[in-house]
Protein backbone atom coordinates (compact mmCIF):
# COMPACT_ATOMS: atom_id res chain seq x y z
CA UNK A 1 0.00 0.00 0.00
CA UNK A 2 1.68 3.02 -0.97
CA UNK A 3 0.10 6.93 -0.78
CA UNK A 4 1.76 9.34 -2.82
CA UNK A 5 0.86 13.42 -3.50
CA UNK A 6 0.54 14.46 -7.24
CA UNK A 7 1.75 17.66 -6.55
CA UNK A 8 4.65 18.21 -4.51
CA UNK A 9 5.52 21.71 -5.09
CA UNK A 10 2.05 23.13 -3.69
CA UNK A 11 1.35 26.25 -2.39
CA UNK A 12 -0.16 26.72 1.02
CA UNK A 13 -3.71 26.80 -0.61
CA UNK A 14 -3.32 24.39 -2.44
CA UNK A 15 -1.49 22.10 0.23
CA UNK A 16 -5.00 22.58 1.84
CA UNK A 17 -6.91 21.56 -0.96
CA UNK A 18 -5.26 18.53 -1.47
CA UNK A 19 -6.44 17.60 2.07
CA UNK A 20 -10.00 17.59 0.97
CA UNK A 21 -8.94 15.19 -2.26
CA UNK A 22 -8.30 11.85 -2.26
CA UNK A 23 -7.91 9.13 -5.23
CA UNK A 24 -8.09 5.48 -4.44
CA UNK A 25 -6.03 4.37 -7.45
CA UNK A 26 -6.11 0.22 -8.84
CA UNK A 27 -8.48 -1.47 -6.28
CA UNK A 28 -12.02 -3.53 -6.86
CA UNK A 29 -14.69 -1.52 -5.83
CA UNK A 30 -17.30 -3.88 -4.02
CA UNK A 31 -21.06 -3.27 -3.77
CA UNK A 32 -23.39 -5.35 -2.45
CA UNK A 33 -24.87 -5.29 -5.63
CA UNK A 34 -21.38 -6.41 -7.95
CA UNK A 35 -17.71 -6.17 -8.11
CA UNK A 36 -15.65 -3.80 -10.99
CA UNK A 37 -11.99 -2.50 -11.20
CA UNK A 38 -12.22 1.40 -10.26
CA UNK A 39 -10.78 4.22 -9.28
CA UNK A 40 -12.60 6.48 -6.76
CA UNK A 41 -12.13 9.91 -6.31
CA UNK A 42 -13.51 11.76 -3.29
CA UNK A 43 -13.74 15.63 -3.02
CA UNK A 44 -14.84 17.81 0.45
CA UNK A 45 -16.09 14.17 2.03
CA UNK A 46 -17.83 12.95 -0.98
CA UNK A 47 -17.90 10.53 -3.53
CA UNK A 48 -17.17 12.75 -6.96
CA UNK A 49 -15.91 9.57 -9.92
CA UNK A 50 -15.69 6.08 -10.16
CA UNK A 51 -14.29 4.70 -12.78
CA UNK A 52 -10.89 4.32 -15.05
CA UNK A 53 -8.48 7.14 -16.54
CA UNK A 54 -10.16 9.51 -14.15
CA UNK A 55 -9.21 13.20 -14.36
CA UNK A 56 -8.33 14.77 -10.81
CA UNK A 57 -7.14 18.03 -9.62
CA UNK A 58 -3.59 18.28 -9.13
CA UNK A 59 -2.59 18.14 -5.45
CA UNK A 60 -4.93 15.28 -5.21
CA UNK A 61 -3.64 12.44 -2.20
CA UNK A 62 -3.11 8.88 -3.97
CA UNK A 63 -3.74 5.57 -2.54
CA UNK A 64 -2.58 2.58 -4.21
CA UNK A 65 -4.82 -0.01 -3.69
CA UNK A 66 -3.75 -2.51 -6.28
CA UNK A 67 -4.78 -6.11 -5.68
CA UNK A 68 -7.11 -4.85 -2.67
CA UNK A 69 -10.69 -4.47 -2.16
CA UNK A 70 -12.64 -1.03 -2.14
CA UNK A 71 -16.09 -1.13 0.32
CA UNK A 72 -18.41 0.88 1.71
CA UNK A 73 -17.43 1.68 5.26
CA UNK A 74 -19.31 -1.00 7.80
CA UNK A 75 -22.45 -0.03 9.65
CA UNK A 76 -22.72 -1.58 12.89
CA UNK A 77 -26.84 -0.98 13.64
CA UNK A 78 -26.20 -2.04 17.47
CA UNK A 79 -24.03 -0.12 19.89
CA UNK A 80 -24.25 1.03 23.46
CA UNK A 81 -21.39 3.55 24.57
CA UNK A 82 -21.65 5.74 27.56
CA UNK A 83 -24.34 3.29 28.67
CA UNK A 84 -25.02 3.87 32.70
CA UNK A 85 -26.66 0.29 33.63
CA UNK A 86 -26.40 -2.18 36.09
CA UNK A 87 -25.30 0.24 38.90
CA UNK A 88 -22.10 1.05 36.23
CA UNK A 89 -21.27 2.74 32.95
CA UNK A 90 -19.54 0.90 29.82
CA UNK A 91 -16.07 0.94 29.80
CA UNK A 92 -16.61 2.12 25.76
CA UNK A 93 -17.58 5.83 25.59
CA UNK A 94 -18.03 7.07 22.56
CA UNK A 95 -14.70 8.51 21.86
CA UNK A 96 -12.82 5.29 22.92
CA UNK A 97 -15.70 2.94 21.27
CA UNK A 98 -16.09 4.75 17.82
CA UNK A 99 -11.63 5.06 17.62
CA UNK A 100 -12.03 0.94 18.10
CA UNK A 101 -14.78 0.69 15.11
CA UNK A 102 -12.79 2.93 12.90
CA UNK A 103 -9.74 0.42 13.38
CA UNK A 104 -11.91 -2.50 12.68
CA UNK A 105 -13.54 -0.92 9.04
CA UNK A 106 -17.07 0.80 11.02
CA UNK A 107 -17.54 4.05 9.80
CA UNK A 108 -21.06 4.36 11.03
CA UNK A 109 -22.30 3.63 14.08
CA UNK A 110 -26.25 3.20 15.11
CA UNK A 111 -26.45 3.91 19.16
CA UNK A 112 -29.14 3.41 21.37
CA UNK A 113 -30.57 6.14 23.58
CA UNK A 114 -32.33 4.34 26.55
CA UNK A 115 -34.61 6.29 29.36
CA UNK A 116 -35.20 5.33 32.66
CA UNK A 117 -39.02 5.17 33.38
CA UNK A 118 -39.29 8.29 35.22
CA UNK A 119 -37.30 10.12 31.92
CA UNK A 120 -38.72 11.68 28.60
CA UNK A 121 -37.70 10.72 25.53
CA UNK A 122 -36.88 14.29 24.52
CA UNK A 123 -34.62 14.76 27.95
CA UNK A 124 -32.86 10.97 26.88
CA UNK A 125 -32.27 11.89 23.63
CA UNK A 126 -30.43 15.53 24.30
CA UNK A 127 -28.52 13.70 26.98
CA UNK A 128 -27.01 11.21 24.73
CA UNK A 129 -26.19 13.65 21.85
CA UNK A 130 -24.96 15.56 24.57
CA UNK A 131 -22.35 12.85 25.35
CA UNK A 132 -21.63 11.67 21.70
CA UNK A 133 -21.70 14.97 19.89
CA UNK A 134 -18.27 16.12 21.58
CA UNK A 135 -16.06 12.46 21.56
CA UNK A 136 -17.15 11.09 18.51
CA UNK A 137 -15.28 10.57 15.61
CA UNK A 138 -17.13 8.95 12.65
CA UNK A 139 -20.85 9.53 11.82
CA UNK A 140 -23.45 8.02 13.79
CA UNK A 141 -27.47 8.17 14.38
CA UNK A 142 -29.70 6.68 17.25
CA UNK A 143 -32.37 3.93 18.00
CA UNK A 144 -35.01 5.25 21.05
CA UNK A 145 -36.11 3.11 23.61
CA UNK A 146 -39.39 3.08 24.93
CA UNK A 147 -39.11 1.68 28.67
CA UNK A 148 -42.64 3.46 29.96
CA UNK A 149 -46.07 3.81 27.71
CA UNK A 150 -48.44 6.84 28.37
CA UNK A 151 -49.80 10.20 26.12
CA UNK A 152 -46.62 11.84 26.52
CA UNK A 153 -44.25 9.11 25.66
CA UNK A 154 -46.83 8.55 21.78
CA UNK A 155 -46.05 12.40 21.46
CA UNK A 156 -42.50 12.21 22.11
CA UNK A 157 -42.82 9.73 19.52
CA UNK A 158 -44.02 12.68 17.34
CA UNK A 159 -41.25 14.83 17.73
CA UNK A 160 -38.16 12.71 18.05
CA UNK A 161 -39.42 11.09 14.01
CA UNK A 162 -40.40 14.49 12.43
CA UNK A 163 -37.91 16.95 14.33
CA UNK A 164 -35.00 14.97 15.28
CA UNK A 165 -34.30 12.32 12.65
CA UNK A 166 -35.24 9.39 14.44
CA UNK A 167 -37.15 6.46 12.51
CA UNK A 168 -36.74 3.16 14.98
CA UNK A 169 -37.65 2.62 18.21
CA UNK A 170 -37.03 -0.43 20.50
CA UNK A 171 -39.34 -1.95 23.42
CA UNK A 172 -37.55 -4.31 25.63
CA UNK A 173 -39.22 -7.84 26.62
CA UNK A 174 -36.79 -8.41 29.56
CA UNK A 175 -35.71 -6.55 32.34
CA UNK A 176 -39.05 -6.77 34.39
CA UNK A 177 -39.06 -3.85 36.40
CA UNK A 178 -36.74 -1.25 34.52
CA UNK A 179 -37.25 -1.94 30.83
CA UNK A 180 -39.65 -4.32 30.30
CA UNK A 181 -42.95 -3.50 28.24
CA UNK A 182 -46.08 -5.96 28.73
CA UNK A 183 -47.95 -6.84 25.23
CA UNK A 184 -50.44 -4.64 25.31
CA UNK A 185 -48.20 -1.71 25.66
CA UNK A 186 -45.99 -3.40 23.04
CA UNK A 187 -49.04 -3.16 20.33
CA UNK A 188 -49.70 0.50 20.89
CA UNK A 189 -45.81 1.10 20.62
CA UNK A 190 -45.83 -0.66 17.92
CA UNK A 191 -48.84 0.75 16.22
CA UNK A 192 -47.56 4.10 16.82
CA UNK A 193 -44.61 3.43 15.14
CA UNK A 194 -46.99 2.35 11.62
CA UNK A 195 -48.17 6.01 12.03
CA UNK A 196 -44.87 7.34 12.24
CA UNK A 197 -43.42 5.37 9.21
CA UNK A 198 -41.02 4.18 12.01
CA UNK A 199 -39.63 0.51 12.54
CA UNK A 200 -39.93 -1.01 15.61
CA UNK A 201 -36.85 -3.16 17.42
CA UNK A 202 -37.75 -6.01 19.85
CA UNK A 203 -35.19 -7.47 22.75
CA UNK A 204 -36.83 -10.90 22.66
CA UNK A 205 -37.12 -12.44 25.84
CA UNK A 206 -39.59 -13.57 28.01
CA UNK A 207 -38.62 -11.76 31.07
CA UNK A 208 -41.44 -13.11 33.25
CA UNK A 209 -40.43 -16.62 33.16
CA UNK A 210 -36.59 -15.73 33.10
CA UNK A 211 -37.43 -13.91 36.80
CA UNK A 212 -38.96 -17.28 37.85
CA UNK A 213 -35.98 -19.15 36.24
CA UNK A 214 -33.33 -17.10 38.04
CA UNK A 215 -34.81 -17.47 41.48
CA UNK A 216 -34.87 -21.43 40.70
CA UNK A 217 -31.33 -21.65 39.72
CA UNK A 218 -30.93 -19.20 42.98
CA UNK A 219 -32.60 -21.84 45.02
CA UNK A 220 -30.02 -24.80 43.35
CA UNK A 221 -27.35 -22.58 44.78
CA UNK A 222 -26.11 -21.88 41.04
CA UNK A 223 -24.60 -18.12 41.25
CA UNK A 224 -21.96 -18.19 38.75
CA UNK A 225 -22.24 -17.23 35.50
CA UNK A 226 -23.22 -20.43 33.63
CA UNK A 227 -26.77 -19.35 36.06
CA UNK A 228 -27.48 -16.89 33.60
CA UNK A 229 -27.12 -19.61 30.41
CA UNK A 230 -29.47 -21.77 32.39
CA UNK A 231 -31.99 -19.29 33.38
CA UNK A 232 -32.59 -17.73 29.78
CA UNK A 233 -33.18 -21.29 27.51
CA UNK A 234 -33.52 -20.85 23.80
CA UNK A 235 -37.26 -21.70 23.97
CA UNK A 236 -38.04 -18.13 25.87
CA UNK A 237 -35.85 -15.80 23.39
CA UNK A 238 -37.96 -18.09 20.11
CA UNK A 239 -41.19 -17.25 22.15
CA UNK A 240 -41.31 -13.83 22.59
CA UNK A 241 -39.57 -13.51 18.74
CA UNK A 242 -42.79 -15.10 17.86
CA UNK A 243 -44.70 -13.28 20.28
CA UNK A 244 -43.22 -9.99 18.79
CA UNK A 245 -43.55 -11.13 14.80
CA UNK A 246 -47.27 -11.43 15.99
CA UNK A 247 -48.05 -8.58 17.25
CA UNK A 248 -46.15 -6.77 14.30
CA UNK A 249 -48.47 -8.54 11.94
CA UNK A 250 -51.47 -7.38 14.04
CA UNK A 251 -50.19 -4.01 13.42
CA UNK A 252 -48.67 -4.19 10.06
CA UNK A 253 -46.18 -2.88 11.77
CA UNK A 254 -41.98 -3.67 9.91
CA UNK A 255 -40.30 -5.77 13.09
CA UNK A 256 -36.31 -5.46 13.53
CA UNK A 257 -35.07 -8.05 15.98
CA UNK A 258 -32.33 -7.60 17.56
CA UNK A 259 -29.24 -9.78 18.58
CA UNK A 260 -30.58 -13.02 17.29
CA UNK A 261 -28.78 -15.39 19.46
CA UNK A 262 -30.21 -18.81 19.02
CA UNK A 263 -31.24 -20.90 15.66
CA UNK A 264 -34.98 -21.44 16.76
CA UNK A 265 -35.36 -17.81 17.18
CA UNK A 266 -33.74 -17.22 13.92
CA UNK A 267 -35.85 -20.03 12.60
CA UNK A 268 -39.14 -17.48 13.66
CA UNK A 269 -37.50 -14.70 11.74
CA UNK A 270 -37.06 -17.01 8.52
CA UNK A 271 -40.90 -18.48 8.84
CA UNK A 272 -42.68 -14.72 8.94
CA UNK A 273 -39.82 -13.46 5.88
CA UNK A 274 -41.66 -16.55 3.92
CA UNK A 275 -44.75 -15.91 4.74
CA UNK A 276 -44.02 -12.12 2.99
CA UNK A 277 -43.82 -10.37 6.70
CA UNK A 278 -41.43 -7.30 6.92
CA UNK A 279 -39.37 -8.57 9.57
CA UNK A 280 -35.07 -8.23 10.10
CA UNK A 281 -33.12 -10.40 11.73
CA UNK A 282 -29.64 -9.53 13.43
CA UNK A 283 -27.36 -11.78 14.45
CA UNK A 284 -24.28 -10.29 16.25
CA UNK A 285 -20.56 -10.36 16.12
CA UNK A 286 -20.47 -12.73 19.59
CA UNK A 287 -23.10 -15.13 18.41
CA UNK A 288 -21.44 -15.65 15.04
CA UNK A 289 -18.01 -15.66 16.45
CA UNK A 290 -18.47 -17.52 19.57
CA UNK A 291 -20.54 -19.63 21.96
CA UNK A 292 -22.06 -20.14 25.32
CA UNK A 293 -19.83 -22.70 26.36
CA UNK A 294 -17.66 -20.13 27.88
CA UNK A 295 -20.23 -20.10 30.65
CA UNK A 296 -18.83 -23.40 32.13
CA UNK A 297 -15.47 -21.94 31.84
CA UNK A 298 -13.45 -22.69 35.14
CA UNK A 299 -11.87 -18.78 35.45
CA UNK A 300 -14.72 -16.68 36.94
CA UNK A 301 -13.94 -13.42 34.92
CA UNK A 302 -13.65 -15.41 31.51
CA UNK A 303 -16.71 -17.04 32.18
CA UNK A 304 -18.68 -13.41 33.52
CA UNK A 305 -16.94 -11.76 30.38
CA UNK A 306 -19.45 -13.30 27.79
CA UNK A 307 -22.36 -12.85 30.09
CA UNK A 308 -24.97 -10.27 28.05
CA UNK A 309 -28.78 -11.15 27.01
CA UNK A 310 -29.79 -13.18 25.24
CA UNK A 311 -27.28 -15.56 25.81
CA UNK A 312 -24.68 -17.20 23.92
CA UNK A 313 -25.94 -20.47 23.44
CA UNK A 314 -23.91 -23.70 24.30
CA UNK A 315 -24.85 -25.26 20.57
CA UNK A 316 -22.07 -25.34 18.92
CA UNK A 317 -23.69 -25.36 15.54
CA UNK A 318 -25.31 -22.04 16.57
CA UNK A 319 -23.09 -19.87 15.09
CA UNK A 320 -22.84 -21.30 11.39
CA UNK A 321 -26.28 -21.83 11.28
CA UNK A 322 -26.96 -17.92 11.70
CA UNK A 323 -24.51 -17.29 9.34
CA UNK A 324 -25.93 -19.95 6.78
CA UNK A 325 -29.28 -17.55 6.92
CA UNK A 326 -27.71 -14.37 6.77
CA UNK A 327 -26.20 -15.84 2.92
CA UNK A 328 -29.50 -16.67 2.09
CA UNK A 329 -30.98 -13.69 3.38
CA UNK A 330 -33.55 -14.86 6.34
CA UNK A 331 -31.14 -12.45 8.57
CA UNK A 332 -30.53 -9.31 6.91
CA UNK A 333 -27.95 -7.49 9.12
CA UNK A 334 -24.99 -7.54 11.37
CA UNK A 335 -24.27 -5.42 15.08
CA UNK A 336 -22.30 -5.85 17.86
CA UNK A 337 -23.93 -4.76 20.98
CA UNK A 338 -21.19 -4.00 21.99
CA UNK A 339 -21.33 -3.08 25.82
CA UNK A 340 -18.44 -3.56 27.53
CA UNK A 341 -17.59 -3.70 31.17
CA UNK A 342 -14.42 -4.46 32.58
CA UNK A 343 -13.81 -7.35 34.91
CA UNK A 344 -13.90 -5.27 37.90
CA UNK A 345 -17.09 -4.37 37.02
CA UNK A 346 -18.24 -7.70 36.00
CA UNK A 347 -17.34 -8.67 39.65
CA UNK A 348 -20.46 -6.75 40.89
CA UNK A 349 -21.82 -10.43 40.09
CA UNK A 350 -19.81 -12.27 41.90
CA UNK A 351 -21.52 -13.97 44.38
CA UNK A 352 -25.34 -13.61 42.70
CA UNK A 353 -24.90 -13.92 38.44
CA UNK A 354 -27.95 -11.85 38.52
CA UNK A 355 -25.93 -8.99 38.89
CA UNK A 356 -23.39 -9.65 36.52
CA UNK A 357 -23.28 -6.53 34.14
CA UNK A 358 -24.37 -7.55 30.81
CA UNK A 359 -22.58 -6.74 27.21
CA UNK A 360 -19.43 -7.88 25.41
CA UNK A 361 -17.31 -6.61 22.87
CA UNK A 362 -17.21 -6.35 19.27
CA UNK A 363 -17.26 -2.64 17.60
CA UNK A 364 -13.66 -3.54 16.44
CA UNK A 365 -13.74 -7.43 15.47
CA UNK A 366 -16.82 -7.23 14.08
CA UNK A 367 -16.10 -7.28 10.29
CA UNK A 368 -12.58 -9.56 10.76
CA UNK A 369 -14.69 -12.15 12.32
CA UNK A 370 -17.81 -12.32 9.80
CA UNK A 371 -15.01 -12.15 6.71
CA UNK A 372 -13.23 -15.27 8.69
CA UNK A 373 -16.26 -17.35 9.56
CA UNK A 374 -18.27 -16.10 6.50
CA UNK A 375 -16.21 -15.19 3.61
CA UNK A 376 -13.13 -17.92 4.36
CA UNK A 377 -15.63 -20.70 4.93
CA UNK A 378 -17.27 -20.42 1.07
CA UNK A 379 -21.00 -19.31 3.06
CA UNK A 380 -20.84 -15.80 1.76
CA UNK A 381 -19.24 -13.99 -1.13
CA UNK A 382 -18.03 -10.59 -0.99
CA UNK A 383 -20.85 -8.86 -2.44
CA UNK A 384 -22.93 -10.67 0.77
CA UNK A 385 -20.40 -9.72 2.88
CA UNK A 386 -20.99 -5.45 1.96
CA UNK A 387 -24.76 -6.30 1.90
CA UNK A 388 -24.57 -8.05 5.62
CA UNK A 389 -22.31 -5.87 7.07
CA UNK A 390 -23.46 -2.66 5.66
CA UNK A 391 -26.03 -2.58 2.35
CA UNK A 392 -28.52 -3.70 4.30
CA UNK A 393 -28.59 -1.49 7.26
CA UNK A 394 -28.07 1.17 5.36
CA UNK A 395 -30.80 0.20 3.23
CA UNK A 396 -33.36 -0.25 6.56
CA UNK A 397 -32.45 2.77 8.13
CA UNK A 398 -33.03 4.88 5.12
CA UNK A 399 -29.21 5.98 4.98
CA UNK A 400 -29.05 4.58 1.03
CA UNK A 401 -27.14 5.41 -0.67
CA UNK A 402 -25.26 8.36 0.88
CA UNK A 403 -24.23 5.35 3.60
CA UNK A 404 -23.42 1.72 2.58
CA UNK A 405 -22.65 2.19 -1.42
CA UNK A 406 -19.84 3.03 -3.30
CA UNK A 407 -21.17 5.73 -6.20
CA UNK A 408 -21.30 9.03 -7.04
CA UNK A 409 -22.65 11.42 -4.62
CA UNK A 410 -22.48 8.99 -1.62
CA UNK A 411 -20.16 9.70 1.54
CA UNK A 412 -16.63 9.18 1.29
CA UNK A 413 -16.87 6.50 3.95
CA UNK A 414 -15.05 3.79 2.52
CA UNK A 415 -12.37 0.86 3.76
CA UNK A 416 -9.55 -0.62 1.79
CA UNK A 417 -9.76 -4.27 2.63
CA UNK A 418 -6.80 -6.97 2.28
CA UNK A 419 -8.23 -10.60 1.66
CA UNK A 420 -5.04 -11.66 2.91
CA UNK A 421 -4.06 -9.62 5.53
CA UNK A 422 -4.13 -11.53 9.03
CA UNK A 423 -3.81 -11.02 12.86
CA UNK A 424 -5.13 -12.96 15.96
CA UNK A 425 -7.22 -11.30 18.44
CA UNK A 426 -6.04 -10.18 21.58
CA UNK A 427 -7.22 -7.67 24.40
CA UNK A 428 -3.61 -6.85 24.35
CA UNK A 429 -3.92 -5.22 21.56
CA UNK A 430 -7.44 -4.39 20.15
CA UNK A 431 -8.55 -0.38 20.69
CA UNK A 432 -11.36 -0.91 22.45
CA UNK A 433 -11.32 0.19 26.32
CA UNK A 434 -12.31 -3.01 28.21
CA UNK A 435 -9.97 -5.42 29.24
CA UNK A 436 -11.15 -8.63 27.95
CA UNK A 437 -12.14 -9.74 24.17
CA UNK A 438 -14.46 -12.80 23.95
CA UNK A 439 -12.59 -13.10 20.70
CA UNK A 440 -9.07 -13.79 22.49
CA UNK A 441 -7.06 -16.00 20.16
CA UNK A 442 -9.07 -15.64 17.56
CA UNK A 443 -7.07 -15.92 14.41
CA UNK A 444 -8.10 -13.93 11.24
CA UNK A 445 -7.71 -13.60 7.95
CA UNK A 446 -9.04 -10.33 6.00
CA UNK A 447 -8.66 -7.34 7.52
CA UNK A 448 -9.01 -3.45 6.77
CA UNK A 449 -5.67 -1.77 6.04
CA UNK A 450 -6.93 1.92 5.59
CA UNK A 451 -10.18 3.15 6.92
CA UNK A 452 -11.72 6.75 5.32
CA UNK A 453 -14.29 8.89 7.16
CA UNK A 454 -15.74 12.00 5.05
CA UNK A 455 -13.03 11.61 2.94
CA UNK A 456 -10.05 11.65 5.52
CA UNK A 457 -7.46 8.88 6.30
CA UNK A 458 -8.23 8.21 9.70
CA UNK A 459 -6.80 4.57 10.07
CA UNK A 460 -3.52 3.56 8.39
CA UNK A 461 -0.46 1.37 8.64
CA UNK A 462 -2.04 0.16 12.09
CA UNK A 463 -2.15 3.63 13.28
CA UNK A 464 -5.10 5.66 14.00
CA UNK A 465 -5.56 9.42 13.01
CA UNK A 466 -8.79 10.14 14.48
CA UNK A 467 -10.39 13.50 15.74
CA UNK A 468 -12.57 13.64 18.97
CA UNK A 469 -16.02 15.40 17.92
CA UNK A 470 -14.92 15.02 14.85
CA UNK A 471 -18.24 12.87 13.41
CA UNK A 472 -21.77 13.91 12.87
CA UNK A 473 -24.95 12.78 13.92
CA UNK A 474 -27.08 11.61 11.08
CA UNK A 475 -30.89 12.02 10.74
CA UNK A 476 -32.48 9.33 9.19
CA UNK A 477 -36.04 10.23 7.96
CA UNK A 478 -39.29 7.90 8.18
CA UNK A 479 -41.56 5.81 5.68
CA UNK A 480 -38.08 4.23 4.23
CA UNK A 481 -39.45 2.72 0.64
CA UNK A 482 -37.28 -0.30 0.96
CA UNK A 483 -38.98 -0.55 4.34
CA UNK A 484 -42.30 0.93 3.23
CA UNK A 485 -43.51 0.55 0.00
CA UNK A 486 -45.24 -2.60 -0.13
CA UNK A 487 -46.15 -1.79 3.25
CA UNK A 488 -48.04 1.46 2.24
CA UNK A 489 -49.49 -0.89 -1.06
CA UNK A 490 -50.50 -3.26 1.50
CA UNK A 491 -52.41 -1.16 3.43
CA UNK A 492 -54.47 0.37 0.45
CA UNK A 493 -55.35 -3.02 -0.36
CA UNK A 494 -56.54 -4.00 3.45
CA UNK A 495 -58.66 -1.06 3.72
CA UNK A 496 -60.37 -1.70 0.42
CA UNK A 497 -60.95 -5.56 1.42
CA UNK A 498 -62.44 -4.45 4.58
CA UNK A 499 -64.78 -2.34 3.06
CA UNK A 500 -65.74 -4.99 0.42
CA UNK A 501 -66.51 -6.93 3.82
CA UNK A 502 -68.87 -4.44 5.28
CA UNK A 503 -72.65 -5.72 5.71
CA UNK A 504 -75.16 -3.11 5.21
CA UNK A 505 -77.91 -3.70 7.64
CA UNK A 506 -81.54 -2.23 8.83
CA UNK A 507 -80.98 -0.70 12.32
CA UNK A 508 -82.35 -2.80 15.32
CA UNK A 509 -85.27 -1.79 17.02
CA UNK A 510 -86.42 -4.20 19.03
CA UNK A 511 -86.80 -4.38 22.99
CA UNK A 512 -83.39 -4.50 24.98
CA UNK A 513 -83.16 -5.65 28.19
CA UNK A 514 -82.21 -3.75 31.37
CA UNK A 515 -79.44 -4.49 33.63
CA UNK A 516 -80.33 -3.89 37.28
CA UNK A 517 -77.74 -2.83 39.43
CA UNK A 518 -76.91 -5.40 42.33
CA UNK A 519 -79.52 -5.11 45.67
CA UNK A 520 -78.43 -5.98 49.35
CA UNK A 521 -79.26 -9.25 51.16
CA UNK A 522 -83.05 -8.73 52.75
CA UNK A 523 -83.87 -5.56 50.21
CA UNK A 524 -88.08 -6.38 50.21
CA UNK A 525 -88.98 -3.60 48.21
CA UNK A 526 -87.35 -5.20 45.38
CA UNK A 527 -89.52 -8.01 44.09
CA UNK A 528 -87.20 -11.04 42.45
CA UNK A 529 -90.14 -10.70 39.21
CA UNK A 530 -88.20 -7.56 38.32
CA UNK A 531 -85.20 -8.53 37.89
CA UNK A 532 -83.17 -9.68 34.90
CA UNK A 533 -82.67 -13.76 34.27
CA UNK A 534 -79.87 -14.63 35.44
CA UNK A 535 -76.92 -16.17 33.62
CA UNK A 536 -75.67 -19.54 34.91
CA UNK A 537 -72.48 -18.04 34.79
CA UNK A 538 -73.47 -14.67 36.20
CA UNK A 539 -73.87 -14.13 40.02
CA UNK A 540 -77.60 -14.98 41.46
CA UNK A 541 -79.03 -12.18 42.27
CA UNK A 542 -79.56 -11.18 46.83
CA UNK A 543 -81.86 -13.42 48.94
CA UNK A 544 -81.67 -16.12 46.75
CA UNK A 545 -78.52 -17.70 45.84
CA UNK A 546 -75.58 -16.75 47.87
CA UNK A 547 -73.43 -19.33 47.17
CA UNK A 548 -70.69 -19.42 44.09
CA UNK A 549 -71.84 -21.51 41.09
CA UNK A 550 -70.75 -25.18 40.83
CA UNK A 551 -67.39 -25.91 39.03
CA UNK A 552 -69.53 -27.31 35.86
CA UNK A 553 -71.42 -23.47 35.82
CA UNK A 554 -74.59 -24.64 37.32
CA UNK A 555 -76.57 -23.64 40.80
CA UNK A 556 -75.87 -24.53 43.57
CA UNK A 557 -78.52 -26.53 44.84
CA UNK A 558 -77.70 -25.90 48.64
CA UNK A 559 -79.13 -22.48 47.65
CA UNK A 560 -83.05 -22.06 48.56
CA UNK A 561 -84.94 -21.39 45.00
CA UNK A 562 -87.93 -19.44 46.83
CA UNK A 563 -88.34 -16.66 49.25
CA UNK A 564 -90.84 -16.53 52.42
CA UNK A 565 -93.36 -14.15 50.18
CA UNK A 566 -93.91 -17.20 47.53
CA UNK A 567 -91.65 -15.97 44.96
CA UNK A 568 -89.27 -18.22 43.41
CA UNK A 569 -86.03 -17.75 41.57
CA UNK A 570 -86.65 -17.99 38.41
CA UNK A 571 -90.16 -16.46 38.32
CA UNK A 572 -89.06 -14.26 35.51
CA UNK A 573 -88.27 -17.51 33.03
CA UNK A 574 -91.09 -18.49 30.58
CA UNK A 575 -92.83 -20.98 31.30
CA UNK A 576 -94.42 -23.48 28.41
CA UNK A 577 -97.31 -25.26 28.62
CA UNK A 578 -96.63 -28.77 26.92
CA UNK A 579 -98.62 -31.91 27.33
CA UNK A 580 -96.67 -34.91 27.50
CA UNK A 581 -98.62 -37.97 25.97
CA UNK A 582 -96.23 -40.73 26.30
CA UNK A 583 -94.60 -40.08 29.81
CA UNK A 584 -92.77 -43.42 31.36
CA UNK A 585 -94.96 -45.86 32.70
CA UNK A 586 -97.83 -44.97 30.43
CA UNK A 587 -100.14 -42.73 28.33
CA UNK A 588 -101.41 -39.56 30.36
CA UNK A 589 -105.01 -39.55 30.43
CA UNK A 590 -107.84 -37.38 31.85
CA UNK A 591 -109.52 -34.16 31.36
CA UNK A 592 -107.51 -30.64 29.98
Not at 200 to 207: D, I, K, L, Q, S
Not at 209 to 230: A, C, D, Q, R, Y
Not at 408 to 421: F, N, R, T
Not at 551 to 558: K, P, S
Amino acid sequence: MTVSNTNHNLSPTKAESSQHRLLIKGGRVVNDDGTTLADVFIEEGIIKQVGLNLIVPGGTKTIDATGKFVMPGGIDTHTHLELHFMGTRTADDFYTGTKAAIAGGTTTILDFVIPTKEQSLIEAYNQWRERADAKICCDYGLHVAITSWNEQVAKDMEILTKEKGVNSFKVFMAYPGTFMLQDDEIYQVFDKCRELGAIAMVHAENGSVIKELEKEMSKLGITGPEGHLLSRPEKLEAEATNRAITIAEQTRCPLYVVHVMSKTAADKVQEARLKGQVVFGEPIAASLGTDGSQYFHKCWQHAAAHVMSPPLRDDATTAPYLMDLLANGSLSTTGTDHCTFNVNQKALGKDDFRKIPNGVNGIEDRLSVIWTKGVETGKLDINQFVAVTSSNAARIFNLYPKKGHIAVGSDGDCLIWDPQATKTISASTHHQACDFNIFEGLHCRGLPIVTIVAGKIVYENEQLNVIQGSGKYVETACFTDYVYQKLNRREQIREQSIKQRHVEREPYTGEVITVAKPIANGDSKTSPKNLPIPSIHEAPAAGFHNRPATRAGARNLFDSSFTLSGDQWDDGNLRKTTRVQQPPGGQSKGLW
